[in-house]
């Protein structure tokens, strides 16, 4: 199922029934304790939507699985209602919030005060001013002001807040038509929460402005080196010319951002940041009469005011194929977009569009699956589906093979929309279809942040209003027939589409966001607010933390030679199954190739095509990953399908059979796989610090050579396949079937002899890194990207509290000294971090990997200021204290659950480990002092040579400026890749 169709999955129906008669979705209004609330009958989420007295909107949604809530508050505006002279604005705006108000985040509000009104007036002299010189004279006024202004302010003290209250995943986002605001906080956390957010809405303060505009500046400067949202913004601006949704990017145009003004910034805040036109959603461990009281008490006081909403005109249909071509240095693709109707308060329209959308491509009997992936005309294709406010916009995308022309790829993704329309297609898949979606219903009612967000869309799109719609998504698939398909695909599939062409080579359009002068500020690390304080005396219920016992917790058992680890799921009708093969990549470079190859193949019941179709049609799903040292087939689906779907499973392994012209297809496939991902920035640093962990040969490079790979036999992979099952391996279950059950059934299904030793492994061993070395990647880039990697000691368990509190300490996060320093600070980078990562295996060692994305000019002081703090740990008691608490905070409701229990042994087993990790880190936490965290670093990483690796393009960095480090490597691509 792809990602973008889960809002409509979430939900719903009786998700397990076969009904006659359709369940009624209908609005109901109850009133409890003077609160009044709607809610939709038959909704398995049971969501209440509230609206208080100021038109603020109110949805609550339980689920008692484990005691934390996810929250967003959400305000209705984005992109789409930024002024036209001001786009980005929205997006500025989400950033300022988390900079506090006169009561938080300032030392001295009657000092900072005057500072702040003086940045605010040279920003808008800074505006007007279009003499160059005066500009750059202007702007050092602003950073000098700045830095005096920054001297009263606590940077990150909102962030400090949520961490001491133990709440996560702090962050915000900003799209085309909300802004939203997370976190994922324990149950115990509501009052400090609200509390925060009703002062943080009250009056907000643009403090450290200069500083923060500068990690857009960096936001902006990474979406250009982004070659997929470049092919996002092209694909968008030709199919809405004159809607916003083509013609303002949530980023916003360069000369905007140089150009900022903080009276616009706060005019839109009063304008759109109003109770009726805002919500605060919660999901998640607490009492639903309760809780609408304290959000009523908290934020009834914002006032509400009219807000005019965006209503463009409706835009004129397009007639005729628009084509549009994007260059950069990633490999070359197609995209194609239909503009759609609403799916809105339309509920017939918006299952067609799903259907049509699965039809096409649903990982497994799609037209675009079977036809050109299954058949390997293509390196890959899928489509997907966006449901917008005022419109729907449905894309195709497709990779081309080696030697094939973009062109061609496009004519066979149209080819599959011509069957489309045609009906070319197995009306059958549609029933498979709305099996999947109930399947993947229940496992979305499982997890706070899969249920909170179908409820933010709801609020987006209606305010909640087309709730009844979305519950009843599910009913109203089951009703699409192939004659809707057809009638659908003919109106609205024509030569109206944009296709975008994503060429290799350089983009000449590029312009960055040059980097301003700007003098570091202070942030005041020790400082706390007296709000700050008071909301850290507020009252939280205890919590006790719940710890895994390895001798309770699962089940063991034996299904002939095989080890079974079983856990009983009491909640749903749902199993995973799991066997797990402890060889990997180490063991065999075949393994992950042979298991692509699987894809490909008959067997002598099905062909390749009827296999993919039986596993959907079972609504079963069964996946092969080969990691380094382990591989683990997976099947899951429903309960009543779990002995179908093993057989099929069992049957396709022991019985496929050797498809030479299949094999040679996929060796092109790969080839073209590989020559793509010498083209990927993110996978050429993976491959440089794996380089720097473990040398010349090391995990990265172990593969087969581009000679190997031709020379490979289908015998030699289908002999491996057949034999799987034959290697030691454990048995792995979780579902509703009692475990003496199960082991009879699997005995069975998959009968077992005496297992085969696995093959011996390669013995990687990280290095010693004895001096400083610089290994260089040369990339077509406007930003330069820097990694630190030392490996230090083995594996010690007695570390666990240390490296825990260090990670959280110094570089996990918004409240960290990484991120305060680096970012906050010295606006040297919008992505930075740094943390002490902890072995997967006993035996080996632990190593540090920091990295900053920079802009390509800062690579000298992005450098420096990593090193000083690695060299020279600051020391902060507050924040040290902070750290504590919001680790404890977090083990006191972090619930593992389901087969995680038997994956988090599996992972302590292969640590040496006889019992559940975070006891002892819990236990030992409070015992720790920053002299011991000092001694840590000094021991481990201060004055140490490192490996820094980066990645940058020559033409803007000088080769020169990194020997100054130590000596600098350029590695090849196949030094990198192995090939």
């Known amino acids: 199922m792809k990602q973008p169709f889960l809002v409509l999955l979430f939900l719903f129906a009786a998700v397990l029934q076969v009904v006659a008669q359709p369940k009624k979705y209908e609005w109901k209004t109850t009133t409890t304790d003077g609160y009044t609330y709607k809610s939709v009958t038959n909704d398995p989420m049971q969501a209440r939507f509230y609206t208080l007295k100021n038109g603020l909107t109110v949805i609550l949604s339980v689920n008692k699985k484990e005691p934390r809530i996810f929250s967003f508050i959400a305000t209705r505006a984005g992109s789409n209602t930024d002024p036209r002279t001001n786009t980005g604005l929205a997006h500025y705006l989400e950033h300022m919030l988390f900079k506090g108000t006169d009561k938080f985040g300032s030392l001295d509000w ?41 001297k009263f302010a606590i940077a990150n003290e909102y962030d400090k807040m949520m961490a001491s209250m133990g709440s996560q995943n702090t962050n915000a986002f900003t799209s085309y038509e909300v802004t939203a605001y997370m976190e994922d906080l324990p149950a115990n956390a509501l009052d400090r929460y609200l509390a925060v957010q009703a002062e943080r809405l009250r009056q907000p303060v643009l403090r450290i402005f200069h500083t923060e505009l500068e990690a857009v500046y960096e936001e902006k400067n990474r979406s250009l080196d982004n070659d997929p949202w470049k092919v996002e913004e092209t694909l968008f601006a030709a199919l809405f010319p004159n809607h916003n949704y083509g013609q303002q990017t949530t980023i916003g145009t ?25 919500a605060v959603l919660l999901v998640g461990d607490f009492n ?26 409706p835009e004129a249909p397009l007639t005729a194929v628009q084509v549009r071509d994007v260059y950069g240095p990633t490999p070359e693709n197609v995209r194609l977009g239909f503009r759609l109707p609403t799916s809105i308060n339309n509920l017939k329209t918006g299952a067609v569009i799903t259907i049509c959308d699965e039809l096409m491509s649903n990982s497994a009997a799609g037209l675009i699956d079977l036809n050109l992936n299954k058949q390997q005309k293509i390196l890959g294709g899928s489509s997907t589906v966006e449901f917008l406010k005022d419109y729907s916009v449905w894309t195709l995308s497709g990779r081309p093979k080696q030697g094939q022309g973009l062109e061609e790829v496009k004519n066979l993704l149209i080819g ?54 979305v519950a009843q998504k599910l009913d109203a698939l089951s009703t699409v027939t192939k004659a809707d398909v057809v009638a ?59 710890w895994l016992d390895y001798q309770k917790d699962f089940q063991k058992s034996k299904a002939g030679s095989a080890e079974v680890l079983y856990v009983k799921n009491t909640e749903n009708e749902l199993f995973r199954l799991g066997y797990r093969f402890p060889m990997g990549t180490y063991h065999s470079k075949l393994l992950p190739i ?129 034999d799987l099952f034959n290697y030691q391996h454990q048995i792995i279950y979780y579902g509703p079937q009692v475990l003496t059950a199960f082991t009879e059934k699997i005995k069975a299904i998959h009968p077992l002899a005496q297992l085969k030793p696995v093959p011996a492994r390669i013995d990687f061993k990280q290095v010693e890194q004895p001096t400083t070395q610089v290994l260089f990647a040369d990339y077509d880039m406007v930003q330069a990207e820097i990694s630190w990697v030392r490996n230090t000691d083995q594996f010690n368990p007695a570390l666990a ?57 800062k690579l000298n002081e992005a450098i420096a200021g990593m090193n000083e703090l690695l060299n020279q740990l600051p020391e902060s008691e507050k924040m040290l204290e902070t750290a504590k608490i919001s680790i404890k905070k977090n083990y006191q409701t972090d619930r593992v659950l389901q087969d995680g229990i038997i994956y988090n042994y599996l992972n302590a087993q292969d640590l040496g480990l006889a019992t559940d990790e975070r006891k002892l880190i819990y236990d030992q936490l409070d015992k720790l002092s920053f002299k011991d965290l000092q001694k840590f670093a000094s021991t481990n990483l201060a004055n140490k040579p490192y490996t820094y690796c980066v990645v940058a393009s020559e033409k803007k960095i000088k080769l020169d400026d990194l020997k100054k480090y130590g000596e600098v490597k350029k590695l090849s691509l196949e030094e990198i890749f192995g090939y």
């Open 288 to 313: 639903a009469d309760e809780v609408i009281k304290k959000v009523d008490a908290a934020l009834g006081y914002l006032q509400p005011k009219p807000v005019e909403q965006y209503n463009p005109a």
């Open 488 to 546: 659908f695909a003919n109106e609205y599939f024509k030569d109206n589409y944009v296709v975008v062409y994503k060429h290799k080579g350089p983009d000449k359009n590029i312009v960055k966001v040059d980097k301003p002068e700007i003098t570091p500020v202070e942030v005041n690390r020790e400082a706390q607010s007296p709000f700050l304080k008071k909301v850290n005396s507020l009252p939280m219920d205890e919590i006790k933390p719940v």
């Open 110 to 150: 009657a000092k900072e005060k005057p500072l702040l009104d003086q940045v605010d007036a040279l920003y808008e002299k800074y505006n007007k001013t279009t003499d160059t010189t005066e500009r750059k004279k202007i702007y050092r006024e602003i950073d000098r002001v700045s830095g005096e202004a920054a």
């Open 254 to 278: 360069i000369e905007h951002l140089k150009n900022p003004s903080l009276v616009e910034i706060r005019n839109y805040y009063n304008k759109y940041y109003v109770p009726n036109n805002m």
């Open 594 to 722: 042979a298991t692509q190859y699987l894809q490909f193949l008959s067997t002598d019941k099905y062909n390749a095509e009827q296999i993919s179709k039986e596993f959907y049609n079972l609504a079963c799903t069964y996946t092969i990953n080969t990691a380094a040292e382990y591989t683990t087939v997976r099947l899951s689906g429903l309960q009543e399908n779990f002995e179908k779907g093993a057989k099929l499973l069992e049957h396709l392994l022991k019985n496929c059979q050797a498809n030479d012209e299949a094999l040679e297809q996929l060796k092109g496939r790969l080839m073209k796989a590989r020559a793509d991902a010498k083209l990927n920035k993110g996978a050429i640093m993976q491959g440089l610090m794996s380089y720097a962990q473990y040398g010349s040969k090391n995990p990265y490079n172990n593969q087969l050579s581009n000679e190997e790979l031709k020379n490979l036999t289908s015998a030699q992979l289908v002999s491996l396949l057949h």
């Open 416 to 469: 599959e929309v011509q069957k489309l329309k045609k009906g070319e297609f197995d009306e059958t898949v549609i029933t498979s279809i709305v099996s999947n979606y109930k399947r993947n219903a229940i496992q979305q009612l499982e997890n706070n942040y899969s249920r909170i967000n179908p409820l933010l869309e709801s609020f987006v799109a209606a305010k909640g209003e087309n709730w009844s719609d």
């Open 801 to 857: 509290p240390t490296v825990e509190l260090f990670n959280n300490y110094f570089g996990g996060g918004m409240a960290s000294i990484v991120f305060q320093t680096l970012r906050e600070s010295k606006a040297l980078a919008y992505s930075t971090y740094a943390y002490y990562g902890v072995p997967q295996k006993k035996g080996m060692k632990y190593t540090l990997t920091g990295y900053i994305g920079s802009q390509a000019d």
